[in-house]
Every structure is written in C-alpha cells, then in structure tokens.
C-alpha cells in the first residue's frame, strides 16, 4: 500500500496528516494563501514530501478539504450567471419562502436576502409539464435556441436551468441543455433534474442556482490543482471531502460543487466518529474551537448526523450535509459593551490580523485569547513558539474594558471567558437538549486551537462526564479525510401513500437509482468488490411538511419489507419527537434514495509506547494560572503531551502543552492517556 494524504486548506493554516507505506502517521501544518489556495495546497504537498523523503510515484492518492465553495459564498463571489424557468415562474426565487429565520424573528423587520440571480437575469422558456410526469406544453425549440444565443452574445458565464416539474419528467430540461451546448458550448451548465430531481420548486431551483454558480469556481480551482500536482510529478487521483462525510474524484465535485461547501467541518466529525469507534465512545459530541467559530455536532451510536439541509451564510441549500452548529465563538472573538451595559463575546472577530491585542499588531479590543493569557492558561507563545505574545497588551486591553464595567483585570477576563463558555454551551445544547438527548449520555471530544483549553469548562457546565482530546487536536479535519469512503447520494421524488403502494414502479425506481450509483462508481473506479449501495426512502404522516429518512431493506420490496420500513418510521418520529401516530394516520413515501459507498484504504489506529501512572518524567514546569472554581491563582503543573506514555495519570490542576493547543484540566479533574495517546478527563460533578 502506497502513501495516503489528507490535505485540508484552512483560513489560517493548511493542516496536512500522511499515512506512510508501514502505516506510520506524519502530520505539518504550512500557512494558507488565501489569495491563492492551490499555491498553499501546492505547497503543504510539496513539503510533506520532503519530510516523508518519497517521490510522487510512492503516492497512492490525495484527499482534500476545501473552503474554495463557502467562501465564495459567504464574498458573494459569483460569476454571471442566468436561471431558466417555465413561462409564469420568473419570481420563483423573488417570492421564496415565508419563513422568517431566528426563533422570535419578525417579518417586519426583516429583510429578505438578495438573490443568486437577479431578476433581470431570470429568464423563461414556453412549456409546461405536469406533477405525474405529463407534458402539457411541448418545449418551445425555436424560442430556446434564440435564448441560448441571447446568452451566449451577453457573455453569461454559467447557466441553470430548473423547470416546473422537472423531478417527474426531464425531457425538457435535457432537451434545453443539448439546445445551449449547441449554441454556447463554453458555458457551465446545471440542471435541476441532475442536481436535485426533488419536488419543492424554490429549494430545487435554488440549489441547482447555487450549484451553477459554483461551477466555474470549484473547476478553476481544481484544474489549477491538477496542473501543481503535474508540476510534482503527480499522476495519483485527487478526492475532495463532501459536506455529508464522504470523498468524491475531482471530477464528480466539479459537477456537483455545492455539496463540498462543508466539507471542513464534515471531515473533524467524520475524524472524531473514527477516533471514538477506536476509542470506546459511541455516543460523543465534537466541540471544534477555532480562532473565529467553533462548531458543535452531536454522533450518536456511531451514525454521523446528516441532515438533508445545508445552511449556507443566508441560503438553505437541500443537500445531505453532516448536521453541524457553527457559532461566532473562538479564540479571536471581541468583548465589547453593547447600549445598556451589555456585555458580549464575538461573534466579531480579530482575526489573524491584527489579531488579538496580545499580538502586538495594533488590536486593542479584548478577545478571548488576551484574557486566557491575563489568567496564565497559556504560555506567551502560540504554535511552538512562532507566534509570541505579550502579556501587558493583553493585561492593557483586559483591563481598560474591566475599567469600564467596574471589574478588577482578573474579573474582567474571567468575564469573558465565562461568557464565551456559556455561549458555546448553548451551542451543544442545541444539538442535544432540543432535540431530547442529555449531554451526560456522550462524550465531549475537544477540536481546534482552543477546544481543549475550553473543553472541560464546558464539561462541568453540561455535567457532561468525560472529556477527549485527541492526539492531533489541531489537525481533525486532516484525519477525517483519511479514513473517508467515496460516498454519493441519489434521489428521486415519487410520492406513495401506505395503502397505495404500487411495489413493482417502487422497484423499478429503485433499480433506476442503483444503475446511477452503480455508474458513478465505475467512473470513480471503484472495484464491485469495494461497494455498497443502501437503499433510503424519505417518509412523513400525510399531511405533514416535513420528512425523516428510513433505511429501505435490501432486496426486492413487498409487504413484509413495506411493513418493516413503517415500523421504522413510527419509532424514528418517536425517537426524534416524542410521539408517533402509528394507527392513527396514513404515512406516506415522498422521496427514494440510494447511498453509494465505495471503501478507499483507511488509516490504522496508531498506539503510543506503555507507561506507569507516573507522569512525573513528562512535567516541565509550572505557572500561576487562575480557576474560577477556586476563586484564585493556583500553581499550575505543566506538562509536555509528547512525553506522556500510555497509562500515565495526571490530578488536576495541570496543563497538557503541544505544538497546537493546550489542554487545561481543573482542580478535581483527573487525566489519563489511553493507548492511542488520548487524553481523557473525568470530570468532577460537584
């Protein structure tokens, strides 16, 4: 087995992890070049194979994770781009939906956001086909060769097109697309049938939009690529991370750019689900804290939590993405004194420049970074020493906004702090308490720069009793990208109601489906031997607007399967709701579904060498460091993680130092490492 490596492009660093050809882990990180993002993957390339000492040819493959799709979102850079819709249906993403976003939001205050494509760019054709599938308008061809050819002479750079009904029929739609190739062969096209063959005109539409518009970035983006990796002498396939968990060839996510726009968060979860199934945790929650966000989800018995929905900046995008919570929350985040007092954490950031006022690069707002580093829970240095950090202008900026409030220097950054940690408890709540699980049934695995500073903190908040920080805090998403499968998802909308079930057309849909995932497989070259397809079908009470996805038996569907695949339903509304009306009311299938899986070689789970429970021969040093539980400064041992061995066990108060984070345990809290290097923290319940 040859080299495996995940590269993953962050805002600040590009993580890289590497699996060399005796299972042996390598990992760097190499500063992003936001400006250009291939020159940084170009680069952590570059020298990771100067630290494995290999030549491109011992390279296997290469796994990315990419923010190249949600960042041109959240810029709003968009190339130009039409729609093409049925005559009648030109204010389709004008009228949008009613819902107003927040939990109190207000419809007279709110303001819709701006479109993908602007009204003047919306564009219709003449025909019309039913909801059964119907055509009741034939396609008007001379009226669409004449706008393909308006297209073409106003240089519109990408085009989608999503007709009335299209899910049912997309004859026209192909029709159109064979018409626009003709006559404007350079532009990028999307159609709503390929992209989402789903009902719900607006959310098909929107999603195909935004897949158009993302075409020719993600393309540029990835030929340039491929051209650095020729540049190597890389001749090795190039997989990019999904938003849903999984890894698909360079050329799959070209067509479908929009489900890659999470694919950094989707890989730390991903990574931590690996890790806890290695580690004994089935049942976990990943608290990633970055410098400007963290991002919270919730794994229960070891099943990634994917919603059908992807929220991104002010669009809500129907495709399957790994259900993460992100919050304005981090180590860069700025405390600041809004009208009536009122104290707040983020979620304005100071990002890396000029950064916290610690930096010394003209920051003078407080963030959380300057009042961890008032109350001695980090060193004067950041990531081995290449950031230092001064503490007076730290101790200058804490102070001034504690002089405002009233509050000593140490008040004041224990403020933030506390602040901060109730804000990103509230995030874990989210993904647990609402939705009816209690944080003490999981696990807390702590991610990012700042998570594990944090992590226990939040423990104790959330009485959740067992804190992770894994060997690699820093480097989640570079994990999850190797121990990825190639993974599609295909959908039809074909709408059944319980005692009208027609199985011979519900398996003929099916086997429709298993043909597309099938193909997409044999393009990707995955071996027959290496697949697995699962059947889904997406199910509510009729009546209902919402749906829940429920696995489909293998094999041919018949009564038994159809009442198996009810009785799944009735227990996941249970499960998810708190009530069911089994016997009640009718449900009904409204979607099909096949996942594809296709297996790629993982990464091994590594051990570290075996220890005692003296972890004495790992400590460094100590410093005065403030705990709010203790109302004091208390001498702090500190330790170096890459000295702690196996069954080492560290009393809090301590600090676990590393290249990327460091990981406070309080008074009354217990460490131990576990054979993969694990730091795991049991918290104290008083």
């Not at 819902?99 to 025909?127: A, F, N, Q």
Request: charged fraction near 20%; aromatic fraction near 6%.
């Amino acid at each position: 087995m040859g080299v495996r490596i995940g590269i993953d492009s962050g805002g600040t660093f590009t993580d890289v992890m590497a699996v060399g050809e005796k299972g042996q882990i390598h990992t760097l990180k190499v500063p992003s070049t936001p400006e250009d993002p291939a020159q940084g993957f170009e680069e952590a390339l570059r020298q990771m194979l100067e630290t494995l000492d290999i030549s491109p040819s011992q390279v296997d493959c290469v796994l990315h994770g990419t923010t190249v799709a949600i960042n041109a979102i959240l810029e709003r850079r968009f190339p130009t781009i039409a729609l093409i819709t049925t005559k009648g249906f030109r204010d389709l993403l004008e009228i949008a939906r009613q819902t107003v976003p927040g939990e109190r939001g207000s419809i007279y205050h709110w303001v819709k956001p701006p479109r993908v494509v602007p009204l003047e760019r919306v564009y219709e054709v003449t025909e019309r086909v039913s909801a059964t599938g119907e055509v009741i308008v034939p396609l008007h061809v001379d009226e669409a060769r004449a706008l393909a050819k308006r297209l073409r002479e106003e240089g519109i750079e990408s085009v989608a097109i999503s007709l009335i009904n299209s899910y049912a029929n997309s004859d026209h739609e192909e029709q159109l697309r064979e018409i626009l190739l003709e006559e404007h062969p350079s532009c990028f096209l999307c159609i709503s049938s390929e992209t989402l063959s789903e009902f719900r005109e607006y959310e098909r539409t929107l999603t195909t939009c935004m897949n158009a518009v993302l075409m020719p970035i993600l393309s540029s983006y990835l030929d340039s690529l491929g051209k650095r990796l020729q540049k190597l002498d890389g001749q090795y396939p190039l997989y990019v991370m999904k938003s849903a968990g999984g890894v698909v060839t360079a050329q799959r996510a070209i067509k479908q750019p929009v489900a890659t726009a999470l694919s950094g968060p989707s890989a730390a979860v991903l990574g931590m689900n690996w890790l806890g199934s290695h580690s004994g945790f089935e049942n976990l929650i990943t608290f990633d804290m970055g410098g400007t966000s963290t991002d919270v989800a919730l794994i229960e018995s070891g099943r990634l939590p994917i919603s059908p929905e992807a929220h991104l900046d002010i669009y809500d995008i129907r495709s399957p993405t790994v259900e993460v919570i992100s919050i304005g929350s981090g180590g860069g985040s700025i405390a600041g004194i809004s009208p009536g007092s009122r104290v707040t954490v983020g979620p304005r950031s100071a990002g890396a420049d000029p950064g916290p006022a610690c930096y010394g690069k003209g920051g003078q707002e407080p963030t959380v970074t300057d009042a961890n580093l008032v109350l001695g829970r980090i060193p004067p240095y950041l990531v081995g020493g290449d950031i230092q950090l001064d503490p007076k202008l730290a101790e200058a900026a804490v102070g001034q906004f504690g002089k405002a409030l009233e509050l000593t220097l140490v008040e004041a950054a224990e403020g933030i702090l506390e602040i901060a940690a109730f804000k990103m408890s509230d995030a874990i709540r989210q993904v647990s308490v609402r939705r009816g699980r209690d944080p003490h049934d999981f696990a807390l695995f702590a991610l990012g720069g700042a998570g594990p500073l944090h992590a226990c903190r939040l423990a104790h908040l959330l009485e959740i009793p067992t804190v992770v920080v894994p060997s690699y805090p820093g480097l989640g998403c570079a994990l999850g990208l190797l121990v990825a499968d190639v993974k599609d998802d295909f959908l039809i909308t074909d709408i059944y109601r319980e005692d009208h079930l027609d199985f011979e057309r519900l398996n003929r849909q099916f086997a429709t489906l298993e043909a597309r995932a099938n193909n997409s497989l044999d393009q990707q070259k995955i071996p027959p031997a290496q697949r697995k397809l699962q059947k889904g079908a997406d199910m509510r009470y009729k009546g209902m607007a919402s749906e829940l996805t429920i696995d489909v038996p293998d094999g041919p569907l018949g009564p038994t399967e159809a009442k198996e695949m009810l009785n799944r339903f009735h227990s996941s509304h249970q499960e998810s709701y708190g009530y069911s009306y089994q016997g009640q009311q009718l449900v009904e299938i409204v979607n099909l579904r096949v996942s594809s899986t296709g297996s790629l070689p993982h990464l091994e789970p590594q051990t570290i060498p075996e220890g005692d429970m003296n972890a004495s021969a790992a400590l460094v040093g100590q410093r005065r460091v403030y705990f709010e539980n203790v109302k004091d400064f208390v001498e702090c041992p500190i330790y170096d993680r890459s000295k702690l061995l196996s069954g080492n066990v560290l009393a809090g108060p301590a600090i676990v130092e590393q290249y990327d984070t460091n990981t406070l345990v309080y008074p009354d809290q217990q460490l131990h490492v576990d054979s993969l290097g694990n730091l795991v923290i049991s918290i104290d319940k008083e």
